[in-house]
């Protein structure tokens, strides 16, 4: 047994003031003569026994009516944990898990999830005690300890709001863990107020040890059938040939998440500020759909746009972001020992520019490489042995600035001094030994396993008409996501690092018949394309992570800032890596198109930031798989109701009395006013 309210028992001392009221009324009988008449005498005593014993059970009744009262007001409970008589068992450590992940942005007809909770936590905030620990956690894809008072819970609460990033359940349970962890003499407590969310759940494989001994709370709202959802899932834009006035294609991916009926869906495509298409299409019930949009961009440069449904119960998905670059010029210089040497990439590149009024090709030998080349967006390097210092330094400068480098290294070259005088500054690229000779069996390019749209759509899925490579240099790549081809037999054959793209093997036909196949011109324009683009400038980025964006001919000390879609200004910092400065962002907290502004305000760089759109995957955990998957902890489930309040405080301390307690002191009055206002219709046997 234990008090809620132990202040209330002072009205104990109430009980007291009946016995005061009869004690002070209690007088002295006095003797009256009268008639000798005995009979008289009797009755009186026989009646004057009789209103002492009921005047003794009312005050009896009284007392015990104001104690049960008192009692009423203390709110004794029944605790089967044991504990303290007066309030807890003893100091308690509450740790609160407040999802602010997007998906609690839901509306389900009774308002947004995260407001439901909100206002659970703001009610439940009076239920702790002035002396409890209270450590408040808000958390997303990244979890905060904000240790609070008591009194200061509510205030804190009321600054939080929901956000943009995805859940990452498994990071606040690790937070609250080392909370709980230092904190074991205590009595711990942890409260989760989630959506409960499966996709989250499902991503946590057990549940830290030190939460093994607490009290877990799960607030969440009623768990039911999947809630229907709507989602832009995502957004590849095929960017490759992008020109003014050229259509290019932009491929989106919708989600039909909870709905298992199939739903028309109109669907807007926006670029440059313009709504350039529209059109509908079915997406099936809990199925996805691919939306092709061809549209042709009106002037070169940043360009940014976005992919928008109908507005639904969570509208943060139903738009994604998008950004490309359209050159305005596409300048290339080919560079060799002799013009042999750049004769096959001179006659490709010929041929391209047929079909791309924007490249303009110009030739020259290495010799006459020895100064700026400012001129030129791309630069091809074919067959050469070694390059001077001068050279070096012109082309490290020229890849400092943004410039792209194409290297074939020749069938004599100086291995090392390539590695040392151009491929250092990769610090992940390098040229080793030669493999193979002419007269060995060959390897072919391998086009089933490459992860990139460099070779889509020139060689036939069969591969049967592939280039053959003799003899190849081994190249190595400590970054495996920067191959864009390989050989048949695994290793390398075309890796880019930067701004610099190298192929395992020179033009020279004794090696391979590379240059003789009609995959060469559009492999080669397509790699001036993606070079001549803004590094990474096509790349988008999930809301949470941090962008490193590269700003060519900006220097190191030039004062840049990051500008969110709400203006929010956010200065950067500048890094050298790998030869190239790069200008690294604050965690992006919010989706949309961020502008990179240079020192005289001016936009140097755009990019799109997106919600994760798993995370509108609202499916609910079942009851059966929640129990299981917190078995080794003692669990109970909480609805958003606030007649749940009531359910947590039996709970925490055990069956209230306060309603039998009142309840009683109800009786007893009652039969204290038919005690004290029966009739008195005895016959007393002395008359009769």
């Known amino acids: 047994m234990q008090f809620l309210n132990p202040l ?25 003569p009268f008639s000798n008449l005995a009979f008289l005498r009797q009755l009186h005593q026989s009646r004057m026994r009789q209103l002492r014993l009921r005047q003794w059970l009312v005050l009896l009744l009284r007392t015990l009516a104001l104690i049960a009262l008192s009692l009423a007001f203390a709110r004794p409970a029944l605790q089967t944990a044991g504990g303290g008589l007066f309030g807890t068992a003893g100091p308690t450590t509450s740790v609160i898990l407040l999802d602010r992940s997007f998906s609690t942005r839901y509306d389900d007809g009774r308002g947004r999830i995260f407001d439901r909770l909100h206002h659970w936590l703001h009610s439940v905030s009076l239920h702790f005690d002035s002396g409890d620990e209270i450590f408040l956690v808000p958390f997303a894809d990244r979890a905060e300890v904000l240790p609070l008072p008591t009194a200061r819970l509510s205030e804190a609460v009321s600054e939080l709001v929901a956000g943009e990033s995805a859940t990452d359940l498994g990071r606040a349970l690790r937070t609250a863990a080392r909370v709980m962890q230092d904190r074991q003499e205590r009595r711990r407590e942890l409260f989760m107020l989630t959506d409960l969310s499966a996709r989250s759940w499902r991503a946590v494989d057990e549940l830290p040890d030190p939460l093994s001994e607490v009290d877990l709370f799960v607030v969440a709202p009623e768990l039911g059938p999947t809630p229907a959802n709507l989602a832009v899932q995502s957004i590849r834009v095929d ?8 259509p290019i294609s932009i491929d989106t991916r919708l989600a039909n998440y909870g709905s298992n009926d199939a739903l028309a869906v109109v669907v807007d495509l926006f670029l440059d500020g313009e709504r350039a298409r529209r059109a509908q299409v079915d997406i099936p019930g809990r199925g996805e759909a691919i939306l092709r949009f061809d549209v042709s961009p009106r002037r070169s440069g940043h360009l940014a746009g976005f992919v928008e449904i109908e507005s639904d119960h969570l509208d943060i998905d139903n738009r994604r972001y998008f950004t490309l670059y359209v050159p305005p010029a596409l300048r290339v210089l080919v560079l060799g020992e002799q013009p042999s040497d750049s004769y096959y990439v001179r006659r490709a590149l010929e041929a391209a520019a047929r079909e791309d009024p924007l490249l303009s090709l110009r030739a020259a030998r290495l010799e006459e490489l020895d100064g700026s080349l400012d001129d030129s967006d791309v630069v091809f390097l074919c067959n050469p042995r070694r390059f001077t210092t001068s050279q070096a330094a012109a082309l490290k400068q020229f890849l400092g600035a943004g410039g792209g480098v194409i290297l074939f290294p020749g069938p004599t070259a100086d291995l090392s001094r390539l590695n040392r005088d151009l491929l250092a500054a990769t610090e992940s690229l390098a040229l080793s030994r030669v493999v193979g000779r002419p007269s060995q069996a060959s390897v072919a390019l391998d086009i089933t396993r490459s992860d990139h749209a460099l070779l889509e759509g020139l060689v036939s899925t069969e591969g049967s008409d592939l280039p053959q490579f003799h003899t190849r240099f081994e190249l190595s790549s400590s970054r495996p996501s920067m191959i864009l081809a390989g050989f048949s037999d695994g290793s390398p054959a075309i890796v880019q690092e930067g701004g610099i793209v190298l192929f395992a093997h020179p033009l020279f036909l004794e090696w391979t018949d590379l240059p003789l196949h009609g995959l060469f011109a559009p492999l080669l324009h397509r790699l001036c394309r993606r070079l001549v683009s803004p590094p990474a400038g096509i790349r988008t980025y999930t809301v949470g992570q941090r962008a490193w964006r590269r ?19 956010h200065y950067v910092k500048a890094e050298t890596v790998l030869g190239q400065s790069r200008w690294e962002t604050p965690v992006l907290e919010e989706s949309g198109i961020w502008r990179m502004r240079g020192p005289d305000d001016t936009v140097v760089d755009l990019f799109a930031v997106n919600v994760n759109s798993a ?20 669990s109970y489930f909480l609805d958003l109701a606030d007649s749940e309040l009531e359910g947590l405080t039996q709970i925490r301390y055990g069956r209230e009395l306060w309603r039998e307690c009142l309840i009683l002191a109800l009786l007893l009055l009652l039969v204290e006013l ?9 016959a007393d046997p002395a008359l009769a």
């Open 674 to 682: 038919w005690i004290a206002r029966a009739p008195w219709n005895e």
């Open 615 to 634: 995370e509108g995957d609202l499916e609910p955990l079942t009851i059966d798989e929640a129990e299981r998957r917190l078995d080794s902890v003692r």
């Open 8 to 32: 209330a028992l002072v009205g104990l001392a109430a009980a007291a003031i009946p016995l005061a009221i009869h004690l002070l009324h209690r007088g002295r009988s006095r003797t009256i």
């Open 239 to 246: 960017s490759w040939m992008a020109k003014v006035g050229a």
């Open 551 to 569: 700003l060519p001919d900006m220097p190191l000390d030039a004062r840049v800032q990051a500008e969110a879609p709400s203006g929010r200004p």
